[in-house]
């Protein structure tokens, strides 16, 4: 007891309050954030934006009303305003925290429970409630501080080793230079599994089209990985990986021998997506040109919000290429089932909705292929998913 006396001894100083009701209010909802979305904030300037706005900013906000009010003399600073700002602080971010954005309807909730928080501990200032809130907001913080660790050692332990290449593909020298089209429809399941089992669905029409245009369609081809991010990583790698080992979108963007060795032979690399998905943690991008700019990207979210049309992006580019370019397209689509069980419709409603985005997918394809033949009608196009559509599970995550 005494050790927790000195503790709310010690927050009750009022020089220090200000400082350690800020941090209180910002520490456990921006390391909770980064606890489950380590893989999209993971980035220095992740790291500068949410310290300014879950600690920086509280801060100042309650240093300000200090002085104000230290300079007025009035009383109820420490007992009613301070309190307030603290739960105002803690439950709207809290909310970011949680849904990484916030209305009207929630904002209105987190200012009424700031208020109740603040009246009672108005009316309970002899019992020292405030401390005990103060307190409580550090024992969370320790809480998911836990997991937080074992995200940051796993990261910061990573080695670039596994994707040494086993031979001097790097340094290969093409003798034959055609514009590379990369387009993948996320999700897309290969050709002989979509006339079979759950998805049983005829897409001769498409894949005959295909055919005529002098594409080689591949039966049962399949990804080693269930995720966009985990199976790019190792296209781009050219490696097999063990997920822990990958830091993805850095592999993807960044640093990875498929770029390298496009450069090395003198070919303009170009990023094209529907959504930055794969740019959502503000990786380094080596790509010669992506359709998304840092600063449209927003700080908070996975990086599916902001859209673009890649047809649109990618018909000036055909126009004026010069030399030789290398494209990879993104699409999301036909994409898969839900990923949560709350958010899943019945197994035959999936079913239909990814069928139903697989023939949109199609319609995107065949004009796309239409741009880059009338522009390009040499160019070396490879159409790859990243992975299946989960078809026949309840909701994707069951395939775990």
């Not at 909730?109 to 405030?130: E, N, R, S, Y």
Request: proline share 4%.
């Amino acid at each position: 007891m005494t050790f927790i006396k000195k503790i709310v001894e010690f927050l009750n100083k009022d020089n220090m309050l200000p400082l350690i009701s800020g941090v209180a209010a910002g520490a456990y909802p921006m390391a909770f954030y980064y606890s489950k979305n380590f893989n999209f904030v993971n980035s220095l300037s992740h790291l500068i934006f949410f310290s300014a706005i879950f600690l920086a900013l509280p801060i100042a906000v309650n240093y300000l009303c200090y002085l104000i009010y230290k300079k007025n003399h009035l009383s109820q600073y420490k007992t009613f305003v301070l309190p307030a700002l603290n739960g105002l602080a803690f439950f709207i971010l809290a909310i970011i925290a949680f849904n990484s954005k916030i209305d009207n309807k929630k904002f209105a909730i987190a200012v009424v429970l700031a208020f109740l928080v603040a009246f009672a501990c108005l009316f309970l200032k002899k019992k020292q409630l405030f401390s005990k809130v103060i307190i409580i907001q550090f024992l969370l913080l320790l809480v998911v501080m836990y997991p937080l660790s074992k995200t940051l050692y796993s990261y910061f332990s990573r080695s670039d080793s596994w994707m040494e290449q086993p031979d001097h593909i790097e340094k290969v020298v093409l003798k034959q230079r055609p514009n590379i089209y990369v387009i993948q429809p996320d999700g897309y399941v290969n050709p002989s599994e979509l006339k079979q089992g759950h998805y049983n669905f005829d897409n001769s029409e498409f894949e005959n089209k295909l055919t005529n245009l002098g594409f080689k369609i591949y039966q049962d081809f399949r990804s080693n990985y269930p995720s966009t991010l985990s199976s790019n990583s190792s296209l781009f790698a050219m490696k097999h990986h063990f997920f822990s080992q990958v830091d993805e979108r850095n592999t993807i963007m960044n640093k990875n021998p498929v770029v390298e060795i496009l450069k090395n032979n003198g070919y303009k690399t170009h990023f094209l997506a529907e959504a930055p998905y794969l740019l959502a943690n503000r990786p380094k991008v080596n790509f010669d040109y992506s359709n998304f700019k840092m600063s449209e990207i927003p700080f908070l979210g996975r990086g599916l919000v902001v859209e673009k049309n890649i047809i649109d992006d990618v018909k000036p580019l055909l126009e004026n290429q010069q030399g030789a370019n290398f494209y990879f397209c993104e699409k999301f689509q036909p994409g898969h089932i839900k990923v949560y069980k709350e958010a899943a419709g019945t197994v035959e409603e999936e079913r239909q909705t990814y069928l139903a985005d697989l023939q949109q997918s199609n319609k995107w394809l065949e004009e796309l292929i239409s741009i880059i033949q009338q522009n390009d009608p040499n160019g070396l196009i490879v159409i790859i998913a990243d992975h299946g559509g989960y078809v026949g599970w309840e909701y994707s995550l069951q395939s775990h």
